[in-house]
């Protein structure tokens, strides 16, 4: 049995399975993380000493960009639903030398009853409320536990801003084979009769920008950043195989294994695996960056 067979979803897939455990697209998935990371601590305008919640830290990219701006008299806790990823944060402070200006606790995004009322100075969160159904209790326990004064940054992929169209593949041309996409959205469950009840799906930038007045914030700022370009976000058509879009998702080579036979398989290939050695696709994303006080 491997790692990946012992990992809870989250770990397996941060750690293994958004890049298929490979070098090269590891080092191309932080190329495209690395900005977002800026941006979600410049809007939480951190100063030393503070305190800074990360909700659904991960594998930690947002919180030891933190630590950094804390300075040595602050804090950075770090929260997540899987054991396994504090673990895996809690080893890497360690390894830093840095465990001591951190804690480590488990908490989903909704419910951080386990973080006192107005005890942090920051929350800071990245593609977390996509994952989670009660948007506006996280929210509410955002409010609940900053500081008067307090900031929230956070970022969310919008990812329903672009309809889901079978002449498309991870950004490839796909219309010779729109048929066979088809076949692998339905089988994955990626249909728009789905999509009222996903919660990756079913939100906007202005649902974001509610829960936080709703849950008390006073100041609230939204940006939506929306890019169209030339591009991709795989290294090859070996390397796209290997990898998976989110914790709930198979792989791209899982998915078309199973929702296509051998034949329709070699079709799809033939079509988008030239433009993914190429590089020839285009790359769409929806941002949301939303900051607010706590006033």
Not at 106 to 127: G, K, M, P, Y
Not at 159 to 188: C, M, Q, T
Not at 225 to 242: A, F, I, K, Q, Y
Request: glycine share 8%; charged share 30%.
């Amino acid at each position: 049995m491997g790692e990946n067979d012992t990992l809870d979803e989250w770990a397996a897939w941060l750690l293994h399975r958004r890049d298929g455990d490979d070098p090269e697209q590891r080092q191309k998935d932080l190329e495209l993380l690395l900005p977002l990371r800026q941006r979600v601590l410049d809007n939480a305008q951190i100063v030393p000493g503070e305190i800074v919640l990360d909700v659904g830290a991960g594998d930690g990219l947002i919180a030891f960009g933190a630590l950094d701006r804390v300075g040595v008299e602050g804090r950075v806790i770090v929260s997540d639903v899987s054991d396994d990823l504090l673990s895996h944060t809690r080893s890497l402070a360690t390894e830093l030398g840095v465990e001591g200006r951190m804690s480590f606790v488990r908490a989903a995004a909704e419910d951080l009853s386990t973080i006192a009322d107005a005890s942090v100075d920051v929350v800071t969160t990245r593609s977390v409320l996509i994952y989670v159904d009660d948007k506006a209790a996280a929210f509410r326990a955002f409010h609940r536990v900053l500081k008067a004064g307090g900031r929230l940054s956070i970022f969310e992929p919008i990812i329903n801003y672009f309809p889901v169209s079978p002449d498309e593949f991870w950004g490839f041309d796909a219309g010779a084979v729109r048929d066979l996409v088809a076949k692998v959205w339905e089988h994955e469950g990626w249909v728009e009769s789905s999509f009222a009840s996903d919660p990756m799906m079913n939100f906007t930038e202005k649902d974001l920008a509610r829960c936080a007045e709703d849950a008390g914030f006073r100041e609230v700022h939204v940006e939506l950043r929306v890019d169209v370009e030339p591009g991709t976000s795989v290294v090859d058509w070996e390397r796209m195989l290997n990898t998976s879009p989110n914790p709930k998702a198979h792989t791209v080579g899982e998915a078309l294994r199973a929702a296509l036979t051998d034949e329709e398989l070699a079709r799809f290939e033939k079509q988008v695996r030239p433009l993914a050695d190429a590089g020839r696709g285009t790359l769409r994303s929806a941002f949301a960056y939303l900051r607010a006080i706590k006033t």
